[in-house]
Every structure is written in C-alpha cells, then in structure tokens.
C-alpha cells in the first residue's frame, strides 16, 4: 500500500486549499480509503496502483505549494472507515517522508518497508519533479492534447501551429523522459513498500 501526506506550504500566509483540492482528487483517482484532512492544512490518502501515486505526486509538484511524502509498506487491517484513522509502516513511513520532505529541494520525499529502493523511487520522483516543474505552458499544452490521444498533428492543428513547434514542445518539455521515468517509479515504489 501507498499513503500520501500531504502539507499545504505556508498555509499561514496562504488561503487553505485542501478544500478545493481534496474533491478533486478523489474524484480522480482510486484510493484503498480516500483523501482526507487530517489536521489543519494537511491531508492524507492510501492508494494501492504505484502509477496513481506517481499521477498523484505529480500532479501536486505541477500545483505547487505542497510538501509530499509517501509511505510504501503494509498497512494494519482490517482498514478502518477514515483515512485518520489508519495505521502501520506505511502511514508511519509517510509522516517521516512529508517532515523529510519540507527540508527538499522539489518538497518531496518516499519512506518504505525497503530503504534503498524507498530512497531510489525518491530519487527518480525527484527528477521527474524537476521536469515538470520546468515547463512553460506553451509545453504543457501541447503534452496535454497528445497525453489524451491526439497526434502532433491533431495537436498542431487545435494549437493553432505547425507540427514541427508541437515536436519543439514536447521535446522542450522533456515529455518522452517523463513518459520513461513514470513507470520506473512506479517499478521502484513497489520495491520500496517491500
């Protein structure tokens, strides 16, 4: 199992946005319990699919303005109700990833039944942080109509440019390196929770 939490930064100087965020992820992504606050400006979700915890942490990176940590290891069962309410390595793990996490570079960080490979999985989730929090927009279009389908050429098309700037896009974007390292993460994230 996979537990995330999640920090708001600088929530005392900053309006609260796990209200508004909190539907959102829920209704996009298949949790074991679902995200929750669970003190103040902090949530907290327990996931079972490595690659929506991988959709998850990037998707937070791309929103800015949180701490992420990620717990990867058993969790006690029978699960209760409330995602408050949970306990084991995993959620122990993820309370140590999001205190570690506020002292990184890109705010997150992976605790799990296997160090070595929790710290690998960090390591590549980092690296891919740092991609996505590099693009431009422009970048950010052009992956987001070819990631639902489109061809470049569709994509050019709806643009409203030529083929060959979607491909400059991409590239700027570093959208193939993304999509390399999202299953690795993935693989490395169930190595981690052992």
Known sequence: MFV????????????????????????????VLPFERTAGDEFQGVLEDPDEVVDVVLDLVRAG?????VGAGPVQTPLPQSTRAGSGPAFLGARRAVDAAKQRPFRLAVRGASPPDAGDAQAVLSALAAVVDRRSDQAWEAIGLVADGRTQAEAATELGISRQAVGQRLAAGLWDLERELRPTAARLLVRAAG
Do not use: C, E, F
Request: cysteine-free.
């Open 65 to 69: 303005d949180w701490s992420i940590g």
């Open 4 to 31: 995330l939490t999640v920090d708001q930064k600088g929530s005392r100087r900053a309006a609260d946005r796990v209200a508004g965020l909190l539907p959102r992820l829920n209704a996009a992504v298949t949790t």
